[in-house]
């Protein structure tokens, strides 16, 4: 079955730089869309779209973005990274890797917190 396990939340200061990964197995990851989709801050239940690389190599980003992250996908190793940079303390929530096979799929979450 598709899995999506995340590593690499933690604790940063407002302008420092964390990267995440997302290790995925059960699906043809070279032929599907992956990404990053965030918890929406103060809104347990809603999750937004943040970084997604298509099987194609393109890459779409929100606008809360505004050019600091940078997701990556290594087709070798199943693998899809984000790296983020200059944190701002509302980048604080909940990070998780995404796919679509028939239905979305998100892996457990990993907590990002940007101490101001």
């Known amino acids: 079955q598709v899995q999506l396990v995340e590593s690499g939340g933690g604790l940063v200061q407002a302008g420092g730089s964390l990267s995440l990964s997302c290790a995925a197995s059960?699906?043809?990851?070279?032929?599907?869309?992956v990404g990053w989709y965030r918890q929406t801050p103060g809104k347990e239940r809603e999750r937004g779209m943040a970084?997604?690389?298509?099987?194609?190599?393109?890459?779409n980003y929100a606008g809360f973005v505004k050019g600091r992250f940078t997701v990556s996908r290594d087709n070798a190793k199943n693998t899809v990274t984000l790296h983020m940079n200059n944190l701002e303390p509302d980048d604080t929530t909940v990070y998780y890797c995404?796919?679509?096979?028939?239905?979305?799929?998100w892996g457990q979450g990993t907590h990002v917190t940007v101490s101001s």
């Open positions: 970084a997604v690389a298509t099987s194609g190599g393109s890459t």
């Open positions: 059960g699906f043809n990851f070279a032929s599907t869309a």
């Open positions: 995404w796919t679509y096979v028939g239905r979305d799929y």
